[in-house]
């Protein structure tokens, strides 16, 4: 069983940048395809970033690309969650999650993912 700690959130200015890291337990995390998710008050969890278990695939969310990168380190355990040019609209609290299937495509839905971190706020004011 996985667990996974998130980090690096906090109060920024609106265009400004922060990363977020994501520690995993465990010596099976290059197998897991792992994603962020995020949700703001009174909204609903909505996909951000996924990476696959190499590293060498992404997939993004149209309201975060060009502007977040997703990445991992599997000799760390950890993946990350680059935000740039950041608006109001992206504070929430933002989770990451593992997908501990052997294979299969990169997913979007919340449902396909085994493990959750208790989330990292991330606020920005304009």
């Known amino acids: 069983q996985a667990q996974l700690v998130e980090s690096g959130g906090g109060l920024v200015q609106a265009g400004g940048s922060l990363r977020l890291s994501c520690a995993a337990s465990g010596r099976t995390f290059s197998s897991y395809a792992m994603a962020w998710f995020r949700q703001a008050s009174g909204k609903e969890r909505e996909f951000v970033a996924a990476i696959g278990r190499s590293g060498g695939s992404t997939f993004y969310a149209d309201s975060v690309k060009g502007r977040f990168t997703i990445s991992r380190d599997n000799a760390k355990n950890t993946v990350y969650l680059q935000m740039n040019s950041l608006k109001p609209e992206d504070t929430a609290v933002y989770s990451c999650?593992?997908?501990?299937?052997?294979?299969?495509?990169?997913?979007?839905?919340?449902?396909?993912?085994?493990?959750w971190g208790q989330g990292t706020q991330v606020t920005v004011s304009s």
């Open positions: 999650a593992a997908d501990i299937r052997p294979y299969g495509p990169l997913l979007r839905h919340s449902v396909g993912y085994d493990y």
